[in-house]
């Protein structure tokens, strides 16, 4: 089993900075990737970004330019930073991780709420 646990979220300005944080514990072996995805009331879940094991990314267009996907493999932690905030980008943001057991399996955190508003 895989447990993630994400911080950081919280309620910003249009134009601001968040960062987002995920610590991931456990199996953690055979990892395709680990990311963010999120979701507003109303919407899907929708991918946000996301980081394989050898360090691609590939992101929303929506987030693109605006977001950065990294990860600490020693930390065991993947991260978030959000610039030029918009009110679309309210959500909230889930940290996931896949990984191959036989087959893929995705893991997921509880979510963390990110409000943009003035």
């Known amino acids: 089993q895989v447990q993630l646990v994400e911080s950081g979220g919280g309620l910003v300005q249009p134009g601001g900075s968040l960062r987002l944080s995920c610590v991931a514990s456990g199996s953690i072996f055979n990892i395709n990737y680990m990311g963010w995805y999120r979701q507003a009331p109303g919407n899907e879940r929708e991918l946000v970004a996301i980081?394989?094991?050898?360090?691609?990314?590939h992101y929303a267009s929506s987030v693109k330019g605006r977001f950065t996907v990294s990860r600490d493999n020693a930390k065991n932690t993947v991260y978030l930073q959000m610039n030029s905030l918009k009110p679309e980008d309210t959500a909230v943001y889930y940290c996931?991780?896949?990984?191959?057991?036989?087959?893929?399996?995705?893991?997921w955190g509880q979510g963390t709420q990110v409000t943009v508003s003035s």
């Open positions: 980081i394989t094991g050898g360090g691609g990314t």
């Open positions: 996931t991780l896949r990984a191959y057991r036989m087959y893929n399996v995705d893991y």
